[in-house]
């Protein structure tokens, strides 16, 4: 099983601010993914991320809004840009072994917006 | 659009009764898997089922897969005030790339 460090834990930030969200991976990992989950809703995919290729982003999230970095096999890191109210949320990083068997996932990030 | 419709969207049991949740999805799926999420926090696997299982048992769960009416529930006995959390449902899709989509999710509560 991986063991996912994802840092910062929470944080507050002002408006028009950005966050970068850090995710490590203790081996070796093809496939990243980033998930957003709003309060009281349920996790929304918002990229994946391969080592070495531009992120495939989801419908409604944008590589300018929200820009990732994988530049290994064992890190990746999410920014949140230009940040407003509407995105705090926790996000949490994730990765799956291969096939769409289990994910593991870091224990996210929450993120408040004033 | 989620996947994954999960029915009730909250449920409060005593301690020692039997919690059972629900999970409708749409489309035709390679696996389906259980996870908790205690406080907001990150989810942890609870159980895989693939699609050619009808039933899979892991401790005190018991999932249960029937792909004709595309809906899953996954039944804790026994259940402890340590079980409170969120429960998600997630769907891997058949076919191509495979991405694991998460459910709307069941709140339970279980009181000690």
């Known amino acids: 099983s991986a063991v996912i460090s994802q840092k910062p834990s929470r944080d507050i930030c002002q408006r028009g601010t950005s966050l970068t969200i850090q995710c490590q991976v203790d081996s070796q990992v093809t496939m990243m993914f980033w998930y957003r989950q709003q309060p009281g809703q349920s996790l929304t995919l918002i990229a994946t991320a391969n080592q070495g290729s531009e992120a495939t982003y989801e419908s409604g999230f944008v590589i300018d809004k929200f820009p990732i970095s994988r530049p290994n096999l064992t890190f990746s890191t999410l920014t949140v840009s230009n940040m407003s109210p509407e995105d705090s949320s926790i996000y949490l990083c994730?990765?799956?072994?291969?096939?769409?068997?289990?994910?593991?996932f870091g224990q996210g990030t929450r993120l408040t917006v004033v | 659009s989620q996947q994954g419709e999960e029915d009730p969207q909250a449920l409060s049991i005593q301690e020692g009764e039997n919690a059972t949740m629900n999970c409708s999805y749409k489309t035709s799926i390679n696996n389906l898997q259980w996870y908790r999420q205690n406080s907001g926090r990150g989810l942890v696997h609870l159980i895989l089922?693939?699609?050619?299982?009808r039933e899979k048992h892991s401790g005190r769960l018991r999932v249960t897969l029937d792909t004709s009416k595309k809906s899953s529930s996954l039944l804790i006995t026994a259940s402890r005030a340590a079980d409170t959390a969120s429960y998600f449902c997630?769907?891997?899709?058949?076919?191509?790339?495979?991405?694991?989509?998460f459910g709307t999710g069941t709140k339970l509560q279980v009181i000690p």
């Open positions: 089922i693939r699609s050619n299982e």
């Open positions: 997630a769907t891997v899709v058949s076919g191509g790339y495979q991405k694991v989509t």
């Open positions: 994730s990765v799956d072994e291969g096939s769409g068997t289990e994910a593991f």
